[in-house]
């Protein structure tokens, strides 16, 4: 079965850092791109980053640039997210989910995981 | 940035009904436009991608159609299980965006 794990979520205060990870299995993990999206309490959703199925390619929010860094190590099936400068308004879920067609970020999303929650305060 | 704009925000129907979302793009996206549905405290579901085509298991009283800057997700025959809130997103480039959400309640 084609399955996604977040962790590293929890209650962090402001100005600190967080990396979160994402498991995959059920499919060979480095033939596809993956990204991370959030989702703040009774918000919709936000598209933070997106990296090709090798690595070599990042993509990231404008509005998110220089706090975001998405990566990936296809050896252990992990896909990760650093964030610096943590503020309340990060308070979000924040899935991982797997593009549908290959290896470019830019295609829907056919599996997430279930999320981890992200608490800024 | 790549806009879209869902209409209405919100919306009340029966089981039974017809209900019709609009996804409206600030330029166009050919046809690189998705569709998922989430229910509360659930990740997202991809339903269509690339505008009009219906993801695997997913009930053929969903469709969609589009093209350019203006999309339509249809539920044909509204069942209880499809309350929930509908998001599009453009897959056409980088920065990818949703639109801000359409939930569909009970009436």
């Known amino acids: 079965e084609v399955q996604l794990a977040e962790s590293g979520g929890g209650l962090l205060q402001p100005g600190g850092s967080l990396r979160l990870s994402c498991a995959a299995s059920?499919?060979?993990?480095?033939?596809?791109?993956m990204s991370w999206v959030r989702q703040a309490p009774g918000r919709g959703l936000e598209w933070l980053s997106g990296?090709?199925?090798?690595?070599?390619?990042?993509y990231y929010a404008d509005s998110e640039k220089g706090r975001l860094t998405i990566s990936r190590d296809n050896s252990k099936n992990t896909l990760y997210l650093q964030m610096n400068s943590l503020r309340a308004e990060d308070t979000a879920i924040y899935y991982c989910?797997?593009?549908?067609?290959?290896?470019?970020?830019?295609?829907?999303?056919?599996?997430w995981g279930q999320g981890t929650m992200v608490s800024v305060s | 940035d790549i806009q879209m704009t869902q209409s209405p925000s919100s919306l009340s129907a029966s089981v039974g009904d017809r209900v019709t979302i609009t996804c409206r793009a600030s330029q166009s996206v050919i046809t690189f436009l998705n569709w998922y549905q989430q229910k509360p405290g659930k990740a997202p579901k991809l339903l269509i991608y690339?505008?009009?085509n219906l993801q695997i298991g997913v009930p053929s009283r969903f469709s969609g159609s589009g093209s350019g800057t203006d999309f339509t997700l249809t539920i044909n025959s509204l069942q209880p299980e499809d309350f929930a809130t509908y998001y599009c997103q453009q897959s056409y480039s980088t920065p990818l965006t949703f639109g801000g959400g359409t939930k569909v309640e009970i009436k």
């Open positions: 989910a797997k593009v549908r067609g290959g290896d470019y970020p830019s295609d829907a999303f056919d599996i």
């Open positions: 990296i090709s199925g090798r690595g070599g390619s990042t």
């Open positions: 059920g499919f060979t993990f480095s033939n596809y791109a």
């Open positions: 690339v505008a009009s």
